[in-house]
């Protein structure tokens, strides 16, 4: 007979309840009160243009794009006359630590991501009167499961966006897994290494970049590759000289200092030490052998 093994699913983004569900038709100019509140919003620009004010600070959403407004944030809603403008707006409350990461993000969806809020909308209004003020209300004959459908289409639509996000360049934003935490997080540090090889980087920079802790990162860095942080670190930049060295005319000290180096000494006294010779007689051989 085959085991089963039980496995611990861990919702990385749990929304809890359902607030508000608003489809916004705006007709001429229009202006909405300023508002705050302790929950999650998602405004989604079906057509036209509108301007949103997140804390004072005025921003426009075209058709297509997408913003969340983390809770207490200030904002409002404005339209100019003569344009057709529709936006979606739903309001939840979860408090995932994953979403803080989210904060007045913008994003403007692909064509899977608007299939997905497109599922949201019309779930919403199958299920629930929408613009109701003050309390959700279901429709006389909702969809069934209407409510839960919303909530595990705009779960799925978050995780897209936060994969998204995750993967770009010097992304602020990183997931790690848990059978591959350590491997995963020094791979992370040594990508915002490659990436800002030719600049002066402090030890809080790196703590800032992954949010963990200076000893942690110091420790887990030195046993997952048997060198510390800045020896690491210190030898990309040896090695980005030599390519230089050998590709281009640049002098020693321009050198030095395209990568970081305050002082041509020390930069010529740390390549010796990790190559063997000076950065002169380097060059000289790489010469030769061409």
């Known amino acids: 007979m085959r085991t089963y093994l039980r496995h611990k699913i861990e919702n990385v983004i749990d929304i809890k309840e359902l607030i508000a569900l608003e489809y916004l038709d705006f007709e001429g100019k229009y202006k909405n009160y300023e508002e705050k509140h302790a929950f999650w919003e998602i405004c989604y620009v079906e057509e036209g243009v509108i301007t949103l004010s997140l804390d004072g600070e005025n921003t426009q959403l075209s058709a297509g794009e997408l913003v969340f407004i983390a809770p207490d944030v200030v904002h409002s809603y404005t339209s100019e006359k003569g344009n057709q403008n529709r936006a979606f707006v739903v309001c939840f409350e979860s408090f995932s630590v994953s979403m803080r990461s989210l904060a007045s993000a913008r994003f403007s969806l692909d064509e899977g991501q608007k299939k997905c809020i497109d599922l949201v909308i019309d779930e919403s209004k199958n299920t629930f009167y929408m613009n109701s003020c003050d309390l959700l209300e279901t429709v006389s004959n909702p ?52 990436r800002h090889v030719n600049e002066r980087i402090t030890l809080d920079d790196v703590c800032s970049k992954v949010n963990y802790s200076r000893s942690f990162i110091c420790k887990t860095f030195k046993e997952q590759t048997g060198e510390t942080l800045f020896a690491y670190f210190n030898r990309m930049k040896i090695d980005e000289a030599k390519r230089l060295l050998a590709e281009t005319e640049l002098t020693v000290t321009n050198i030095a200092g395209r990568l970081g180096f305050s002082e041509v000494k020390y930069f010529c006294s740390l390549f010796k030490k990790l190559t063997g010779t000076t950065p002169v007689v380097y060059r000289e051989r790489k010469g030769k052998k061409q």
């Open 143 to 194: 969809n069934f499961g209407g409510a839960q459908a919303i909530i595990l289409q705009l779960e799925y639509l978050i995780l897209c966006l936060m994969r998204r996000l995750s993967a770009e360049d010097d992304s602020a934003i990183v997931f790690l897994r848990d059978d591959r935490f350590y491997a995963d997080l020094v791979n992370v540090i040594i990508r915002y290494f490659s």
